[in-house]
């Protein structure tokens, strides 16, 4: 997510070079008016020094929208929508599915679905970490059908078994009263 410093230095820049913008959400500036050539440096120059970058290639915008959508849903959710993770994607873009898919996988050489995958099983181990979910309440908050469709594909990814995983996390921890 972008900072509080990033976010008011990309307001500064925009405001310093007098453009009117409206923020939309995840990082997304719409600019109201055409930029000049030299704006744009200045803009994109400012931009990096805060690690960010100015992005005007349909296609990668578009990329970043379908990322944005998948971490916010998988990451930023009490629970992941109950409907065809397609229909989900399809539905907050606007944008046909099959359109979408075909993009994604031609920009980023993995599917849309192996995406979702991973970042699932990242939160996965996330909730293991923080160990107030159990891993019944885990497959259900992410939809996995099962516990075991979970450790399945949990064990796929990263060659562990959640149980194995959260012993290996927790012999790692040193308690505050040993330091």
């Keep these: 997510m972008v900072s509080l410093r990033c976010k008011m230095v990309v307001k500064s820049a925009l405001e310093k070079l007098g453009l009117h913008y ?27 020094e805060c690690g960010l970058e100015l992005m005007d290639d349909k296609k990668a915008i ?8 998948i971490i916010e849903m998988v990451h930023y959710s009490d629970q992941l929508p109950k409907v065809n993770y397609s229909d989900y994607i ?5 944008l046909d599915y099959t359109h979408l898919s075909k993009l994604f996988s031609e920009v980023n ?8 995958i991973s970042h699932k099983i990242e939160r996965v181990k996330e909730l293991l970490l923080y160990d107030e979910l159990n891993l019944t309440q ?3 908050i ?36 040993d330091v």
């Design 22 to 48: 409206v923020i939309l959400s995840l990082g997304l500036v719409d600019v109201l008016e055409d930029i000049t050539p030299e704006q744009r440096a200045q803009l994109k120059k400012e931009l990096s």
């Design 142 to 177: 992410l939809n996995y059908s099962s516990v075991s469709h979970l450790s399945q594909q949990f064990k796929k990814v990263t060659g562990l078994t959640p149980r194995f995983f959260k012993q290996l996390k927790s012999n790692k921890r040193i308690p505050l009263d």
């Design 90 to 94: 399809s539905q907050k873009l606007g």
């Design 62 to 69: 578009l990329i970043e929208k379908i990322k944005n959508v």
């Design 138 to 140: 885990i497959s259900y």
């Design 109 to 116: 050489g993995v599917t849309i679905e192996h995406f979702i």
